[in-house]
């Protein structure tokens, strides 16, 4: 019953700036965390960032300070900013959410939207 939408991936040049939005709706859930996983070409799914509900944020190593998780509690909507993107971020981004339903934990995902860092 909970969808996540993905929105905002494209195309965009090194050292530009990109936001990626993901939605969680539906009914009957509280969220507990909320973030995002992305995989390159070749490689094996990575983890970038997650936001707690709480407000408190971790960032993989890859992406600290160049990136930044925010979330909007009321709409279940959680953004990725994306400053000063380089090639090596092109990926597949996956939005995931960690929620509680019926009191049990549950972790759904996102279709995933791509990246692409180029000049």
């Known amino acids: 019953q909970v969808q996540l939408v993905e929105s905002g991936g494209g195309l965009v040049q090194p050292g530009g700036s990109l936001r990626l939005s993901c939605a969680a709706s539906g009914s009957g859930f509280s969220v507990n965390v909320m973030g995002w996983y992305r995989q390159a070409p070749g490689k094996q799914r990575d983890w970038v960032a997650a936001?707690?509900?709480?407000?408190?944020?971790n960032y993989a190593d890859s992406v600290k300070g160049r990136f930044t998780l925010s979330r909007d509690n009321a709409e279940n909507t959680v953004y990725l900013q994306m400053n000063s993107p380089q090639p090596e971020d092109t990926a597949v981004y996956y939005c995931?959410?960690?929620?509680?339903?019926?009191?049990?934990?549950?972790?759904?995902w996102g279709q995933g939207t791509q990246v692409t860092v180029s000049s």
């Open positions: 936001i707690i509900s709480d407000g408190s944020t």
């Open positions: 995931y959410a960690e929620v509680v339903r019926s009191q049990r934990a549950f972790t759904y």
